[in-house]
Antibody
Framework: EVQLLESGGGLVQPGGSLRLSCAAS????????MCWVRQAPGKGLQWVSA????????WYADSVKGRFTISRDNSKNTVYLHLNSLRAEDTAMYYC?????????????WGQGTMVTVSS | QAVVTQEPSLTVSPGGTVTLTCGSS?????????TYWFQQKPGQAPTTLIY???NKHSWTPVRFSGSLLGGKAALTLSGAQPEDEADYYC?????????FGGGIRLTVL
């Protein structure tokens, strides 16, 4: 059974940083691209970032490019999202997703999410 | 940047059929957009219903189907059940990124 467990969310001040983690189990981790999708309170879904199974190819939405960095540690079956220069509009639930193949950038399976609140 | 459009809301009667659509501001939606459809119920994480235009997740009920229709991606629900009341989102691929539609609130009434 595929399991995705996000962690690392919390309250951070504008301009601050945070690292989100997504621990994966139940599948061969390197065989799948992984992604992050966020949802601001009461709003719709927004695709944020993805990374290939090998970890050598990242993708980003324009709204986070240059501020967020995605990475993965295939020895730990974990994908990370490093959030820098945070703004109030980054406040959202952040979901981790597993793709359908090594360069898939969309979620086939989802985690339960971790909440990030950017506020002073 | 492209804009992905969905109807804001739809209502279907129990047992009825409804089609949700997903359009792109850049032109017709094609197989190259690798359309995904997601269902989200209040307070829950989204779940994937359809991927790559018409493929179903292992748990997708048979009453849901994906297609391309009139230049848009479409999600058809045949035989609506009360538990299908939810928000539905489409996601389109644009070369190096994904863009979600604004979501459709589907009411079963």
């Amino acid at each position: 059974e595929v399991q995705l467990l996000e962690s690392g969310g919390g309250l951070v001040q504008p301009g601050g940083s945070l690292r989100l983690s997504c621990a994966a189990s139940g599948f061969t981790f390197t065989d799948y691209g992984m992604c992050w999708v966020r949802q601001a309170p009461g709003k719709g879904l927004q695709w944020v970032s993805a990374i290939s199974g090998s970890g050598d190819r990242p993708w980003y939405a324009d709204s986070v490019k240059g501020r967020f960095t995605i990475s993965r540690d295939n020895s730990k079956n974990t994908v990370y999202l490093h959030l820098n220069s945070l703004r109030a509009e980054d406040t959202a639930m952040y979901y981790c997703g597993k793709g359908t193949h090594p360069t898939a950038i969309f979620p086939y399976d989802w985690g339960q999410g971790t909440m990030v609140t950017v506020s002073s | 940047q492209a804009v992905v459009t969905q109807e804001p809301s739809l209502t279907v009667s129990p047992g009825g059929t409804v089609t949700l659509t997903c359009g792109s501001s850049t032109g017709p939606v094609t197989g190259g957009h690798y359309t995904y459809w997601f269902q989200q119920k209040p307070g829950q994480a989204p779940t994937t219903l359809i991927y790559d235009t018409f493929n179903k997740h292992s748990w997708t009920p048979v009453r849901f189907s994906g297609s391309l229709l009139g230049g848009k991606a479409a999600l058809t629900l045949s035989g609506a059940q009360p538990e299908d009341e939810a928000d539905y989102y489409c996601l389109l691929f644009y070369g190096d990124r994904g863009i979600f539609g604004g979501g459709i609130r589907l009411t079963v009434l």
